[in-house]
């Protein structure tokens, strides 16, 4: 993979994480590591009582009060997981050069944080970090459901190619790795098309585990 990079726009400077490993937070190390890109890295603690996160001085950064959030070098701030993605791919391979492909990685993009993420990532805190105990047996069946849901819309579609859009590895590949990697921990299937797909991805040049 080329690590060509643009040189005409402001590049990641500090990445702000989760204390606790986060899909979302990991998907921005994944494209950078990807890229050959390095900066510095702060955890926030988001158990303490407040979250960092929530603390005056990140706010004065991410009003939202979430991670990942990038610091670019010329002191501008962007948040949001898929759109920081967006921003460090654009002119390089890991994003469709043409209109059609740029909105199929989009698309896949919106399915991630909207279909399945919730679901599977939710999952993922409630049973590593607390909270299932306290949920309604149907509560935890519908985010079962659902999560398999896309789980089972991703299978079929990869069972006819390698990549999510146009046979190439793209920021769409690296948004729904970050959190399928872990479903079957958490009592999800993941079918024999999107295992191969796994295993494609970790054979990436730059791959770099979750913590």
Known sequence: MSSEKPTSRPTVRRLYVSSIPSGNCYKVRLLLSHLGAECEIVSLDILAKPPQTRRSAFLA??????????????????????????????????????????????????????SHEPYIAVMRFWQRWGGIHTRQPKEVETWRTRGQAALDVM????????????????????????????????????????NAWLDRVRMQPGYVAME
Do not use: K
């Open 61 to 114: 950064i991410n009003p939202n009060g979430r991670v990942p959030t990038v610091e670019l070098t010329d002191g501008t701030h962007l948040s949001e997981s898929n759109a920081i993605l967006f921003y460090l791919a654009e002119g390089t391979p890991c994003l469709p050069g043409e209109p059609l492909g740029r909105a199929r990685a989009l698309q896949w993009m919106f399915f991630e944080q909207y």
């Open 155 to 194: 299978d079929q579609h990869l069972v006819t190619r390698s990549f999510f859009v146009g046979e190439i590895y793209s920021i769409a590949d690296i948004a729904l790795f970050a959190y399928t990697q872990t479903a079957r921990d958490h009592g999800y299937e993941v079918g024999p098309a999107t």
